[in-house]
């Protein structure tokens, strides 16, 4: 059964950091495209970051600069490192991944989400 569980959310003032983290099961996911989505309050989930399968990044124009995606093959782990926060960063943060079932379909798989919230 694949599962994505985040970690690491939290309260931090703006120009803070934090580390989000995805612990992945089920399967070996290092090959496969790691993404995180946000979700402010009262918008639309939106992509945030994402980490292919051959190494290679993107990035939503908000963020770029300032949040970097990584992963931890041994761990099974994929990371979200936030720098340089702003309010307008408040949101759930999600991780999320498309993977291929037994019988051939592909199914999206999300994170239960953890919390980030930019204050003072």
């Not at 983290?21 to 970051?49: E, I």
Request: one cysteine or more.
């Amino acid at each position: 059964q694949v599962q994505l569980v985040e970690s690491g959310g939290g309260l931090v003032q703006p120009g803070g950091s934090l580390r989000l983290s995805c612990a992945a099961s089920g399967r070996d996911f290092s090959f496969y495209t790691m993404h995180w989505y946000r979700q402010p309050p009262g918008k639309q989930r939106g992509m945030v970051a994402i980490l292919t399968k051959d190494g290679s990044t993107n990035y939503a124009d908000s963020v770029k600069g300032r949040f970097t995606i990584s992963r931890d093959n041994a761990n099974n782990t994929v990371y979200l490192q936030m720098n340089s926060l702003k309010p307008e960063d408040t949101a759930v943060y999600y991780c999320y991944v498309v993977a291929r079932s037994p019988s051939g379909d592909y199914s999206p798989y999300w994170g239960q989400g953890t919390q980030v919230t930019v204050s003072s």
